[in-house]
């Protein structure tokens, strides 16, 4: 099979993904000729055109260059997809994103932020602390970070910074020299069968960790510490470390910028704490993670957030309710995936406690088919009980409704990890 480096001319199915489109542009950097396609349209294939890279919204047999060294295609692309048949015709190697990655981190000392939550965020936090404090790393990371303005950042050194994720041991393809462990809940249960099976998938990835590299996690986490047990490596405590200001609410946060400080003290022992300070408190934040958008156009302040877990969405929900005081919230939720929405029903009836008025889009089913076990009705009915006013909706009604009732004073969050982040936008733009 072709190694990443040996490939001068990559196809990537899947292009516009956050990890694919992060993964373009460190080839691109590279030298390599990048040519993509995609569904639909996002501001990520957007930045890929502002960098040069183009994508085809048209994924047809034709669009695969003859002259193609290797093909990249993302996990949501199965083998019937015309350009990976092409590929096959045309005896193009094909290799997986994850598959890719675990390249680049081979040949990198790589930090690899996993978790339940937050590693988004505290990858983002992390690069921008060790590029401000001139390690130059490498970073892929799983939303675009406005201190760059992209979710990949240029580094010379050795050093690889890259958000891990953990859906069907996807992390395991990574080599990390340094391992953040933020949090372990059950998720993903269309893959896992229970807490024990992701637990035992987190405890792969910690044996992963050399001698003389080191896990940084909470190891009195209750969830956390049977991954650990036996380890003979290094566990470095983040709870411990300072309460460092940022410029966003919830104690998720502070929990986020705890590990990402561990992390930059540990790699760079003499980084200053005036420094560490001030590159938390800078941090800009990312994409769709308490990302204040702007106004309605009738005066009403609106967020953008990625939650799609129970745990999530109550903590962001908690958070949003501390900073906006006795404020009304109007929640717009995407529920993400038939099957956690089924599994992690009782989670999702209780995290929406904050909210005054919650309206449900039609379930996200991504690479799921809708089996009619679950629905956004089925979600309303569960939330109702709890004692909030919340009801289902199409995108449409959704749109409808936050442009003419919420006003000046008023809070909307537009929540979720599908295609809902469009309504934010266009709430801001009609304003």
């Known amino acids: 099979m072709i190694r990443l480096d040996e490939a001068k001319r990559v196809h990537m199915v899947g292009i516009g993904g956050i990890g694919m489109s992060a993964l373009a542009q ?19 294939t957007e930045l890929l055109a502002e960098k040069g ?16 060294d290797l093909l990249i295609y993302t996990e949501a692309v199965w083998e019937d997809n015309l350009e990976r048949v092409r590929a096959t015709e045309l005896g193009i190697p094909q290799r997986s994103y994850f598959d890719a990655l675990g390249d680049i981190s081979k040949a990198k000392r790589t930090i690899a932020i996993a978790g339940t939550h937050g590693k988004t965020t505290t990858t983002g936090m992390l690069a921008r602390v060790l590029k401000d404090a ?13 201190d760059f303005g992209s979710n990949y950042l240029a580094g010379n050194s050795d050093w690889f910074v ?3 994720c953990e859906y069907k041991r996807d992390f395991l393809t990574l080599s990390p020299e340094i391992l953040v462990i933020t949090n372990i809940e059950f998720d993903h249960s269309d893959y896992y069968k229970d807490l024990a099976d992701v637990q ?16 940084i996690t909470n190891p009195s986490d209750p969830n ?7 380890l003979s490596v290094l566990v470095i405590d983040y709870t411990k470390e ?6 966003f609410p919830g104690e998720f946060n502070v929990m986020n910028a705890r590990a990402a400080s561990a992390v930059a003290r540990y790699v ?30 009738r005066g009403a302040d609106v967020y953008d957030d990625y939650a799609h877990h129970p745990t999530a969405v109550e903590k962001t929900m908690t958070a949003l309710r501390e900073k906006v005081g006795s404020t009304k919230i109007f929640v717009a939720f995407h529920p993400h995936l038939f099957s956690r929405t089924r599994d992690l029903l009782p989670g999702f009836a209780t995290a929406f406690k904050e909210a005054d008025t919650l309206l449900i889009a039609p379930i996200y089913g991504a690479r799921e088919v809708d089996d009619g076990s679950m629905s956004s009705e089925i979600l309303a009915d569960s939330i109702r009980k709890n004692g909030v006013d919340a009801s289902a909706a199409s995108f449409k009604e959704i749109q409808a409704f936050l442009e003419t009732e919420p006003s000046a004073g008023d809070v909307v969050m537009i929540m979720g990890a599908g295609d809902i982040y469009t309504i934010a936008d266009q709430l801001v733009e009609s304003s």
């Open 26 to 44: 460190y080839l691109a950097d590279q030298g390599v000729r990048v040519s993509g396609s995609d569904r639909s349209h996002s501001p990520v």
């Open 53 to 68: 890279i183009d994508t085809t919204y048209e994924q047809e047999k034709g669009i695969v260059p003859e002259d193609t």
């Open 134 to 146: 001139g390690l130059s790393p490498t970073a892929i990371v799983g939303s675009l970070v406005r």
């Open 162 to 164: 890259v958000e891990a």
């Open 200 to 215: 035992s998938a987190f405890r792969s990835m910690a044996l992963k960790v050399p001698a003389g590299g080191c896990i």
């Open 224 to 230: 956390i510490a049977p991954v650990l047990e036996g």
């Open 242 to 247: 300072t309460r460092y200001p940022t410029r």
């Open 268 to 297: 760079m022992p003499n980084l200053s704490e005036e420094a560490l300070r001030d590159s938390l408190a800078e941090f800009k934040g990312t994409w769709r993670r308490f990302e204040y958008k702007g106004k309605t156009a």
